[in-house]
């Protein structure tokens, strides 16, 4: 009966942004009842006026209300769908896993590019990164002074914001972006956040990258640790905005587990040594490309790594892969002490809570380490969103994109989405995540070699829709494609086979073509540079 009531009202209206303003949370017979009300009285509304609806908070009695939801954005660093929710067993997760049973957890969320900095901007400014030179990774401010950024969006709509921690990559954007309203923490760590002296020691010994260790346990308090004291000034700030009559928008940015991998010594204990194992595949994809995979960076520049990833031993794999763990339940617990907070200054009823990744991380996967590919492994991101009244426990195995954030949030709290953005509203999916799409649904994300010169970049475009993963390599000042993939999910969950030649993929791959060719010829790629660096 549930399914069938939402299904009658959104073809009664046969209005999209009807479906896009309005959860529909129909439960017991005074829900059907209630509801059945509205769609009389909305179907009314749009023939009379044609306006549109808003997505305001309601009481129980299906009244507005005048406050807005409040958003809790938590944005955690190189964080992989491998966690305890997502069926990682192996991985202690509680406090996300929590907040995935508080709301809907999305399986084919994607990042549009796997790199921190990009991403971030992308999502943030509600524009793809291979528009305005987003993919080079320089500032928002550099890049797009003038863009309505998502918190200056919630800002100028009358609500408080603040920011602790890493929300964007650049120092120069969390000064411009949040001014006063970021949360600047006092360091107790040294360099990239180390605490022992060993770890100090080996900066200076590194005389080429000065980076510490790749890795570092300390026996101290979650606080000492910049994670950790960014949670408590966000955890206290909350007391803050409670007092106000104002809406907030509060953005947390986790940075671990993203290099060097640190954490308290009672987040590694949790990982016995014996309990670590190698990754399931340690080899680069059959026929796979010289475009596919970076072959070496980021890790490479710690104390005591090797810059070649495939003279990383076995031995320094599991101790890295026990690290990456050791973070993740670290970011985790910081996670738990947000969600506490808001029970107990009675926040919960009224913020919408979104957690997301910025990408994801190869951890010794297909010999590679770090994120910058096509990849699902690197493009996929773990992406939960709690809204109150809310779907509770659902999945969404939909394709989406990390752009729907923004507008989804804007058309969650009754705001008119801005335009310049190019993501999609997901209330559909979070009213009904079981519900199929009408028309095939896809994620877009790309990966530039050579970025920052654009004469010699060469772009990957990537279409996935949920089963296949097709990449097309293009020079970009030419328009020539240079290689092509596809991986075939249904049969290969790993993408450990390019079947790009394979006869039976053939129409296949003319259908994802041509949707990467509608996504190329949407954008205008030369962005009056030549060469950056």
């Given at each position: 009966?549930?399914?069938?009531?939402?299904?009658?009202?959104?073809?009664?209206?046969?209005?999209?942004?009807?479906?896009?303003?309005?959860?529909?949370?129909?439960?017991?017979?005074?829900?059907?009842?209630?509801?059945?009300?509205?769609?009389?009285?909305?179907?009314?509304?749009?023939?009379?006026?044609?306006?549109?609806?808003?997505?305001?908070?309601?009481?129980?009695?299906?009244?507005?209300?005048?406050?807005?939801?409040?958003?809790?954005?938590?944005a955690v660093d190189d964080l992989r769908t491998e966690l305890n929710c997502f069926g990682a067993k192996h991985i202690s997760s509680p406090n996300i896993d929590r907040?995935?049973?508080?709301?809907?957890?999305?399986?084919?969320?994607?990042?549009?590019?796997?790199?921190?900095?990009?991403?971030?901007?992308?999502?943030?400014?509600?524009?793809?990164p291979e528009k305005l030179g987003i993919y080079t990774g320089e500032s928002v401010a550099d890049l797009m002074p003038d863009v309505l950024t998502m918190n200056m969006?919630?800002?100028?709509?009358?609500?408080?914001?603040?920011?602790?921690?890493?929300?964007?990559?650049?120092?120069?954007?969390?000064?411009?972006?949040?001014?006063?309203?970021?949360?600047?923490?006092?360091?107790?760590?040294?360099?990239?956040?180390?605490?022992?002296?060993?770890?100090?020691?080996?900066?200076?010994?590194?005389?080429?990258?000065?980076?510490?260790?790749?890795?570092?346990?300390?026996?101290?308090?979650?606080?000492?640790?910049?994670?950790?004291?960014?949670?408590?000034?966000?955890?206290?700030?909350?007391?803050?905005?409670?007092?106000?009559?104002?809406?907030?928008?509060?953005?947390?940015?986790?940075?671990?587990?993203?290099?060097?991998?640190?954490?308290?010594?009672?987040?590694?204990?949790?990982?016995?040594?014996?309990?670590?194992?190698?990754?399931?595949?340690?080899?680069?994809?059959?026929?796979?490309?010289?475009?596919?995979?970076?072959?070496?960076?980021?890790?490479?520049?710690?104390?005591?790594?090797?810059?070649?990833?495939?003279?990383?031993?076995?031995?320094?794999?599991?101790?890295?892969?026990?690290?990456?763990?050791?973070?993740?339940?670290?970011?985790?617990?910081?996670?738990?002490?947000?969600?506490?907070?808001?029970?107990?200054?009675?926040?919960?009823?009224?913020?919408?809570?979104?957690?997301?990744?910025?990408?994801?991380?190869?951890?010794?996967?297909?010999?590679?380490?770090?994120?910058?590919?096509?990849?699902?492994?690197?493009?996929?991101?773990?992406?939960?969103?709690?809204?109150?009244?809310?779907?509770?426990?659902?999945?969404?195995?939909?394709?989406?994109?990390?752009?729907?954030?923004?507008?989804?949030?804007?058309?969650?709290?009754?705001?008119?989405?801005?335009?310049?953005?190019?993501?999609?509203?997901?209330?559909?999916?979070?009213?009904?995540?079981?519900?199929?799409?009408?028309?095939?649904?896809?994620?877009?994300?790309?990966?530039?070699?050579?970025?920052?010169?654009?004469?010699?970049?060469?772009?990957?475009?990537?279409?996935?829709?949920?089963?296949?993963?097709?990449?097309?390599?293009?020079?970009?000042?030419?328009?020539?494609?240079?290689?092509?993939?596809?991986?075939?999910?249904?049969?290969?969950?790993?993408?450990?086979r390019n079947v790009i030649d394979e006869e039976q993929y053939q129409e296949v791959i003319a259908n994802l073509s041509a949707k990467s060719e509608e996504r190329k010829?949407?954008?205008?790629?030369?962005?009056?540079?030549?060469?950056?660096?």
């Open positions: 009966m549930k399914e069938f009531l939402n299904w009658l009202l959104r073809k009664s209206l046969n209005v999209s942004s009807f479906a896009e303003k309005i959860p529909l949370l129909v439960n017991t017979k005074k829900d059907v009842e209630e509801t059945l009300s509205k769609a009389r009285y909305f179907i009314g509304i749009l023939m009379v006026m044609g306006g549109m609806i808003s997505c305001q908070p309601k009481d129980r009695k299906g009244e507005e209300v005048k406050q807005k939801y409040n958003v809790l954005f938590i907040l995935a049973s508080e709301g809907v957890r999305f399986t084919e969320a994607h990042v549009q590019q796997a790199i921190c900095m990009a991403s971030r901007a992308s999502i943030l400014s509600g524009i793809r969006f919630f800002k100028e709509n009358g609500y408080n914001i603040a920011a602790a921690g890493k929300i964007y990559h650049h120092t120069i954007d969390h000064e411009k972006q949040f001014g006063e309203d970021y949360i600047i923490p006092k360091k107790s760590w040294t360099g990239r956040g180390y605490v022992t002296k060993e770890a100090i020691n080996q900066i200076s010994l590194n005389t080429t990258h000065h980076r510490g260790p790749a890795y570092e346990r300390a026996d101290v308090h979650d606080t000492i640790y910049k994670d950790g004291i960014n949670t408590l000034n966000a955890v206290r700030k909350l007391e803050e905005l409670d007092k106000s009559d104002k809406p907030f928008f509060l953005a947390v940015g986790l940075s671990k587990p993203h290099l060097p991998f640190v954490a308290p010594a009672n987040y590694w204990d949790m990982y016995p040594e014996a309990s670590i194992a190698m990754p399931e595949i340690r080899e680069m994809p059959e026929n796979s490309s010289e475009h596919t995979m970076r072959l070496g960076g980021e890790l490479g520049n710690y104390y005591g790594m090797p810059s070649r990833y495939e003279d990383i031993d076995d031995n320094t794999t599991l101790i890295l892969r026990r690290a990456y763990y050791a973070c993740v339940s670290y970011a985790d617990a910081q996670v738990g002490y947000l969600l506490d907070q808001l029970d107990k200054l009675g926040l919960r009823e009224n913020t919408i809570v979104v957690l997301w990744g910025d990408h994801g991380y190869k951890l010794g996967d297909y010999g590679n380490w770090c994120k910058w590919s096509n990849m699902d492994m690197d493009t996929r991101i773990p992406l939960i969103f709690s809204v109150p009244g809310g779907k509770k426990g659902e999945v969404a195995d939909t394709p989406v994109e990390a752009l729907d954030i923004y507008p989804t949030l804007a058309a969650l709290c009754g705001m008119e989405v801005p335009s310049h953005l190019e993501g999609k509203s997901l209330i559909p999916i979070l009213n009904n995540p079981e519900l199929q799409p009408a028309s095939k649904e896809y994620a877009f994300s790309i990966w530039p070699h050579n970025r920052w010169n654009y004469d010699k970049t060469v772009m990957g475009y990537a279409v996935k829709d949920g089963r296949f993963n097709y990449v097309e390599w293009v020079k970009l000042n030419t328009g020539e494609v240079l290689e092509k993939e596809l991986y075939d999910h249904q049969t290969d969950p790993g993408e450990t010829a949407a954008t205008d790629h030369d962005h009056e540079f030549k060469s950056l660096r």
